[in-house]
Nanobody, 113 residues
Framework: QVQLVESGGGLVQPGGSLRLSCAAS????????MQWHRQAPGKQRELVASISSGGSTNYADSVKGRFTISRDNAKNTLYLQMNNLKPEDTAVYYCHERYFTSWGQGTQVTVSS
């Protein structure tokens, strides 16, 4: 199994930026696809962004051009840079790895004036 610990969430005004981090334990980080998902109150969890072991990325249409997923395999850390945040981005953001299908505990992002 892999332990995933997210950080970097918080309260930000519309148009602001945040960077989320996900620290992973174990030795499989560099060989597996990593993802960010989010879940807003009353809604299903949705895939936000994905990055393969080779660095290929995919994004949900709602965040394209605003969010950037990246990874540092030397640090076993996944990132999500979020710019031009909107109130509809408010959610708990989860880190997910595709090898053992582990999830982090989530970090709250609130976009509000």
């Amino acid at each position: 199994q892999v332990q995933l610990v997210e950080s970097g969430g918080g309260l930000v005004q519309p148009g602001g930026s945040l960077r989320l981090s996900c620290a992973a334990s174990g030795s499989i980080f560099s060989i597996t696809t990593m993802q960010w998902h989010r879940q807003a109150p009353g809604k299903q969890r949705e895939l936000v962004a994905s990055i393969s072991s080779g660095g290929s990325t995919n994004y949900a249409d709602s965040v394209k051009g605003r969010f950037t997923i990246s990874r540092d395999n030397a640090k076993n850390t996944l990132y999500l840079q979020m710019n031009n945040l909107k109130p509809e981005d408010t959610a708990v953001y989860y880190c997910h790895e595709r090898y053992f299908t582990s999830w982090g505990q989530g970090t709250q992002v609130t976009v509000s004036s």
